[in-house]
C-alpha cells in the first residue's frame, strides 16, 4: 500500500498533506504521485499525551520521501535515522513500517 502526495503543476513542489494552494508558488493546481516508502530522518517516542494513560507511547517518525517532502507518520518499531520505511494509510493514519 502506498501514501499519495500532491505535486504542483506549476513549480513541481511536493506537498504531505494535500493543500489548497502550494506553499512555494501559490499555485493552485496539482497532479499526485503514489509513495512506496521514505528515509527516516528523525524518530521520537510520546510518552505521555492529553487524555491518553500513562504507558500508552507512540512512537513517530519524519520521513522524507521521492519525489522530496516530509511525512509524519506513526512506527510500528523503533527504527533508526537513515533507515527506509514503508508507508501504508490505515484509516486516517500514515503508518511507517520495515
Same mark, same amino acid.
Given at each position: @500500500? ?10 513541481? *513542489? +511536493? *506537498? !504531505?498533506?494535500? @493543500? ?9 493546481? !496539482?497532479? *499526485? +504521485? ?40 506513526? @512506527? ?7 533507515? =527506509? ?9 500514515? =503508518? +511507517?513500517?520495515?
Amino acid at each position: @500500500m502506498s501514501v499519495q502526495i500532491q505535486i504542483c503543476v506549476a513549480c513541481g *513542489h +511536493a *506537498h !504531505f498533506p494535500d @493543500m489548497l494552494l502550494c506553499a512555494s508558488c501559490a499555485g493552485a493546481s !496539482f497532479s *499526485h +504521485a503514489c509513495v512506496e516508502g521514505g528515509k527516516l530522518i528523525a524518530a521520537t517516542d510520546i510518552c505521555y499525551r492529553v487524555g491518553g494513560r500513562t504507558g500508552d507511547a507512540k512512537l513517530l517518525g519524519l520521513l522524507e520521501t521521492d519525489p522530496k517532502t516530509l511525512v509524519l507518520a506513526r @512506527m510500528e518499531i523503533k527504527a533508526r535515522p537513515g533507515q =527506509w520505511l514503508r508507508l501504508s494509510l490505515v484509516g486516517d493514519a500514515v =503508518w +511507517a513500517c520495515v
